[in-house]
């Protein structure tokens, strides 16, 4: 693999978000808190969800990591913001399809698909499902 | 040293990776085989392999005497007095967890101090936190000086009449620092202290002379010094195992065993129950003949030599941030700023170079350096100051793979 491959996994889109992330900060009244960190390499994440009536009204995200889990949480943030939380599970379970390398239609995904290059480093896999794993236990303790 | 000619010896370094010539840079984390350890293995499960001290039958007098005959080679290899005083098990880990949940719990009561560093692998930590917290005994942390290295005066100062226990490493896996053990097991014993030394670093790299360090101590593992996986040593001094009881019971370690209760057998298997490591013991011994063919000091100065060449070419890279101290043990841990350890670590992996990446198994560590991760260099006897050019070369091309093109 040459330097340039690595063009699949750092598309301009990933950094885009890395350098820029998206809803970063804190909820004034966040519903839920959610801290997570992924033991094997020290990234962590707090993710503070604002759920009224079933939907995902506000997203907020702290933490440290490469650009890969920072870049997808604030990817994930901007995704789920509005949506019903059905609807943002189900997007997380086709993200980790994504992951798995599934062939999976990203038409509604918008900037998530550029993260499909993740799928073909598998060391960096869990560095892109961070977020989302914790987005799925903010809901489930909701 | 012939690097060239060492580094023909192993099999694996002989690869493309990413369609780059493998650079491995992660002997830290494991070493790489050499073919003699390879074959030894192989012949042993070709040719011998039977349970030991059982059978009465050829194979199995064989293989005992393989496994027996491994523990005299790391008996001269750390100069211990006696074979009594070598007990196999998985690793490092399992070593000074023995220490931690037989010797600790006995000697150590709640008006206590156990004193380690900050600079500990979580294996010579988190023991002696449950045997802390088992006992009630105090967790005591030896200060740090800036560039990571520990001072005797704090050494003294820290110990006093309660200190039972100082674990500390012998070299340091992400500062690379070489303490002061001998020193450091002398302050200990004037407090009437035991010390255990962590040597997962170190008896890969320093000759390690357990009688003259005088440390009550020291635990290593196989495979950060070219032999398999699954093998490790403690060494203990007789007089304070022949006072410890077991904490693995089963075949292999008993001497009688009757309906209610049973008896050990002596050093060193009373600690060894169930089936030993038989083939990583083999594996360890060809590896042990292997390091002292070439020579340990002579492997300790060249490895020294690259660490002052990765040094002096590293610090060349502009925003680069290295820890740990200028004398240090062959290795390098480092930063790039404003990209990420993992990021370093798949830029450099693109290019074949294998460096480790995240918090090295030291998380307070990390928090002392004030950062969550870093990417490290290490290195061993078949690695060259090429080697060393191409990681900063590689250094070179992720910072300009960060820095351009994405604002």
New interface residues.
């Given amino acids: 693999m040459a330097l340039n491959n690595l063009d699949t996994l750092y598309r301009q889109v990933i950094m885009d978000h890395y350098k820029n992330p998206r809803n970063r900060g804190t909820l004034e009244e966040g519903s839920v808190t959610v801290d997570m960190n992924n033991p094997t390499c020290g990234d962590r994440i707090q993710l503070q969800l604002d759920i009224q009536d079933g939907i995902v009204k506000d997203a907020k995200f702290q933490g440290e990591g490469c650009s890969i889990s920072m870049a997808s949480a604030s990817m994930m943030t901007q995704a789920i913001k509005g949506l019903e939380v059905e609807a943002a599970l189900e997007m997380s379970e086709m993200f980790s399809e994504m992951m798995l390398g599934e062939d999976i239609d990203t038409e509604d995904m918008g900037d998530i698909e550029a993260l499909q290059g993740v799928s073909k480093f598998p060391a960096r896999i869990k560095c892109a499902t961070l977020a989302w794993k914790a987005m799925e236990k903010g809901v489930h303790n909701e | 040293m012939d690097i060239k000619a060492i580094k023909e010896q192993f099999p694996i370094l002989h690869q493309e990776v ?2 780059h010539p493998l650079v491995y840079l992660d002997s830290s984390a494991t070493s790489q085989k050499p073919v003699q350890v390879i074959e030894a293995v192989n012949e042993y499960y070709r040719l011998h392999n039977s349970n030991v001290h059982r059978g009465v039958h050829t194979l199995g007098s064989r293989a005992t005497d393989q496994y027996e005959g491994a523990r005299e080679k790391v008996r001269e290899f750390i100069h211990a007095k006696s074979t009594k005083e070598i007990i196999f098990n998985r690793g490092t880990t399992t070593g000074l967890n023995l220490v931690a949940s037989s010797y600790a719990r006995a000697n150590v009561g709640p008006e206590d101090e156990i004193v380690i560093t900050p600079m500990e692998h979580h294996s010579n930590l988190i023991p002696w936190q449950q045997a802390a917290k088992a006992t009630g005994a105090r967790l005591v942390y030896l200060p740090l000086q800036e560039d990571g290295t520990i001072l005797l005066d704090d050494v003294k100062n820290t110990m006093n009449e309660k200190t039972k226990i100082v674990a500390i490493t012998h070299v340091s896996n992400v500062l690379g620092t070489i303490n002061p053990i001998k020193e450091i097991t002398e302050i200990a014993h004037q407090h009437d202290a035991v010390m255990v030394v962590d040597g997962a670093q170190g008896a890969p790299h320093i000759q390690v002379d357990v009688q003259d360090i005088d440390c009550d101590f020291y635990a290593f593992s196989g495979h950060k010094m070219c032999a398999p996986t699954g093998i490790g040593v403690l060494y203990g001094k007789q007089e304070l195992l022949e006072n410890m009881e077991p904490i693995e019971f089963g075949g292999e370690m008993i001497d009688f065993v009757n309906l209610y209760d049973s008896t050990w057998k002596e050093l060193p298997w009373k600690f060894e129950g169930g089936t030993p490591i038989i083939a990583g013991a083999v594996g360890l011994a060809a590896a042990i003949d292997f390091l002292k063919e070439i020579g340990q000091d002579e492997i300790l100065a060249h490895e020294t030599e690259l660490a002052a060449y990765a040094l002096e070419q590293m610090q060349t890279i502009d925003g680069i941030r290295i820890y740990g101290p200028q004398k240090r043990a062959g290795l390098v841990t480092f930063n790039l700023d404003d990209v ?4 370093t670590a ?2 450099l992996d ?2 074949g170079i294998a460096v480790r ?3 090295h198994c030291a ?1 307070p560590l ?1 928090k002392w350096l004030d950062v ?2 870093t990417a490290r260099a290490s290195f061993y006897l078949y690695n060259t100051k090429e080697d060393i050019d191409l990681l900063v070369a590689g250094l070179l ?1 992720t910072k300009e ?2 820095g351009n ?3």
Avoid: L, W
């Fill in positions: 990413n369609e990420h350890p993992h990021d798949t830029v693109a290019e990446a995240g918090h998380q990390m969550t991760a091309k793979y960060f093109g994405f604002e």
